[in-house]
């Protein structure tokens, strides 16, 4: 079993049917003790239910610094950070929007990193990866605060490899493009709003396509991998 014996921190993996309940899914099934984290017990019930014996939540309100810091000595030791946890801003222009969006989406993984990386390298290595986005390359009309935050995490994923790569704790980014979390859903209709288009693949992906990747870059196998943007986006990137 690939996360044998390893523990793993996923943020943002409360809700069912989203990128966070698919990542910690393939943690828990390679044998890795995983922690959910999310704002309502309630709501992350069924995941933990699908998640099985070897996981445990913690609520966790990212958008307050404290109950980050919290959050990170409440986890305990990690082998593998994933800081899934984003505000997607959308149109909005209110400064207080724009203000949680970046303490989400960029504050609470820098919080989490700092303090969760050293104590990987004292261990003898760990793995960080970043959930950024193609907004964070790419111009989209209203995504423009929230393609500012991925862009942040992508060059603090950088920043972070070079920093901590000595000690083998590897930072590495997965870039998604539209998938169908079951809020996407939701929201826009088992099309994601079309946007599954855009891309050269012509469709959404599911969320378990890009937990896959996400799970290659924190295993073993991409051992020798760091600072990378891994793009999970259909091809999007390409075009």
Do not use: C
């Amino acid at each position: 079993m690939e996360f044998k014996n390893k523990k793993a921190l996923v943020t943002g993996s409360g809700a069912f049917g989203g990128l966070g309940h698919a990542i910690a899914k393939i943690f828990a099934e390679g044998g890795a003790e995983v922690t959910i984290t999310g704002r309502d017990p309630e709501r992350a019930a069924p995941v933990l239910d699908d998640l099985g014996g070897n996981a445990r939540f913690l609520p966790a309100d990212l958008h307050d610094k404290e109950n980050v810091r919290k959050l990170a000595a409440d986890a305990g030791p990690v082998d593998i950070l994933v800081n899934n946890a984003a505000i997607l801003l959308g149109a909005s222009q209110d400064l207080d929007d724009y203000e949680h969006a970046f303490a989400v989406n960029v504050r609470a993984p820098f919080v989490l990193t700092t303090v969760l990386a050293p104590a990987m390298a004292e261990r003898g290595g760990g793995s960080v990866v970043n959930i950024s986005s193609t907004a964070a390359g790419i111009g989209m009309p209203e995504m423009g605060v929230y393609g500012a935050t991925k862009a942040a995490l992508e060059s603090l994923t950088r920043a972070w490899a070079a920093e901590f790569g000595p000690a083998n704790v590897r930072v590495n980014a997965v870039s998604p493009g539209p998938m169908r979390t079951s809020k996407a859903v939701a929201a826009l209709g088992p099309d994601v709003g079309g946007y599954g288009g855009t891309v050269p693949m012509a469709r959404a992906a599911d969320p378990s396509e890009v937990a896959e990747v996400v799970a290659f870059a924190a295993g073993d196998r991409a051992g020798f991998m760091t600072g990378a943007v891994l793009p999970a986006d259909g091809g999007r990137a390409a075009i």
